[in-house]
Structure formats: C-alpha cells, structure tokens
C-alpha cells in the first residue's frame, strides 16, 4: 500500500487493489497545505480519530464528492449519519472487516469535542492491515501503557503513524517510547509545525530517534512511503 502526507495529521492510504481510504483531512485551512484541492482527493472511506476542527475540518466537502463512507467512534459517526452520511461507528477494541481489509480501534488518550462544543465521543487510533501489513494510526494521544497491548493482541505492526508536535499531544520523547510500546522501529511522524504551539526542529527528532536505534520518516507535502 502507499501512504501519502497530506499535510498535519491528514494522511492517505491507497491500496493496492485500488481503495483510497483519507485518515483526518484538515487541509482547507492548512496554511502548510495550499498546493493541495481538496476537490482532487478520491476517498472511498474517511476514518476519523476524533472530533477536533484539526481532523474533521473537510470530512463533509471530501464525502460530498465521492460518495465516501466515514468510519470513526460512534458519536462521531451519528453525527455525520444524521447529516445524511454513510457512516460506520466503532469503538476501542472493535474490528471490522472492510472490503480493502481490516480496521481494528484502538485506545487514544486526549479529548473529542466537535468545534462547536458538541460531544464527540472518545478518541480513537486505528491498525489498518491490509495486504498482510499493519499500519498503527495513533491520532492524537498521550502516551499509555495500553499502546503494549497493540502487538500482543493485533500482530506485529509495521509502520507507525505518532502525532511527534507536544503540547496538545506526545512529542518527540513520548513518541520514541510509544513506538517501543508497539515494537514497530518505523516511525511516520504528523501533527507537527502546522501551528505556533506545535512546531519542531525536525533534524533534531530524525536525530532522537536514531539515537534509540529507530527510524522517524517526516514526508513533505504529497510524499509518500510504499509500504
Ligand atoms: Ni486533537
Ligand atoms: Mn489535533
């Protein structure tokens, strides 16, 4: 499968049987991701960690044109049912199997309301496996022991997506400990320099991570790793 960096935590998986599957899109109002028309995404699924106007901001515009089905918590799931959405709500320790493959929800440590204040639920991280491989969507969180259990009850991961940024959620040090928590050497870095609060020196976290024997990927805009 291929991952491409949409930007802050927004990223695209597409499949090699040909699904397209958007992760947290926020780009309209990403300052860092003009070169990129919303109305140019093809997604057949929209999977949402959590409720926060920096994951869901163009869920509806990007669902609009094709038709996509948004998978997240339940909260967040009516909440877009009710609008008229095809939807899948989920919760922690749930699987589902999709026709691209098999989503199991994890447990997210941080908070979920819509921007307007409504509920939205608990936060949620994902383990994509498709085509024999894992991918472990942390979204945003803090760093829990629940991360261990990750491998010993999904299998072995073999790539994961950490928000790296601190402030609202782990940073570089937190992330490093987190990815041993997974046993997964391979590190997507998001969540980070889209805002003041969040922005990193980025060489120096490659850096950290070498120096714990790990490997931290930060992709530019509309890069991609094959996985
Ligand atoms: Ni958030
Ligand atoms: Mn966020």
New binding site residues.
Partial sequence: MKVTYLGHACILIETNNGYNIVVDPFISANELAKNININDIKADYIFLT?A?G??ILDTETIAKNNQSMIVSNHEIATYYNKKGYKTHGMNPSGSWQFDFGIVHVVIAI?SSSFPDGSYGGNPVGFVFEIENKRVYVAG?TALTYDMKLIPEVIGKIDLAILPIGDN?TIGVKSAIKAAEFVQCENVLGVHFDTFGFIKIDKQEAINQFKNANKFLTLLDLNSYILI
Avoid: V
Wanted: net charge negative.
């Fill in positions: 959590h926060h920096d994951h941080h945003d609202y």
